[in-house]
């Protein structure tokens, strides 16, 4: 599975944009990877670590703004279509307990 987190928070004070990069760095310190701007994405194993990780998400949401989290299969994710652009391979992004390089 993969959960993909979308937000959009106000950047307007220093204190919009203390809490935007908080909120950044926490996503990128659980594991998440940046699809795009303000979208993120991450693996999820199982049912158990995604409710972990909408958790940990609530716990640390932003006191302004819009966050969503959407959940996919791996095969709805390899489905995806690039309109425009193309994927980033520079990043190990796998399921697989074991990666040989």
């Not at 993969?2 to 760095?25: C, G, N, Q, S």
């Not at 990877?33 to 940990?56: D, F, G, K």
């Not at 425009?84 to 307990?97: A, F, M, P, Q």
Request: aromatic fraction near 8%; charged fraction near 25%.
């Amino acid at each position: 599975m993969r959960m993909i987190v979308f937000f959009d928070l106000p950047t307007e004070t220093a204190a919009d944009r203390r809490e935007y990069r908080k909120f950044r760095k926490m996503l990128i310190k659980n594991g998440f990877l940046m699809m795009q701007e303000s979208v993120y994405c991450r693996l999820l194993l199982n049912q158990t670590m995604q409710i972990s990780v909408q958790n940990t998400i609530r716990k640390n949401k932003p006191p302004g703004g819009i966050v969503q989290s959407l959940v996919i299969t791996e095969k709805q994710f390899a489905g995806m279509e690039y309109i425009v652009g193309e994927s980033k391979t520079d990043v190990i992004n796998s399921d697989e307990r074991l990666v040989i390089l």
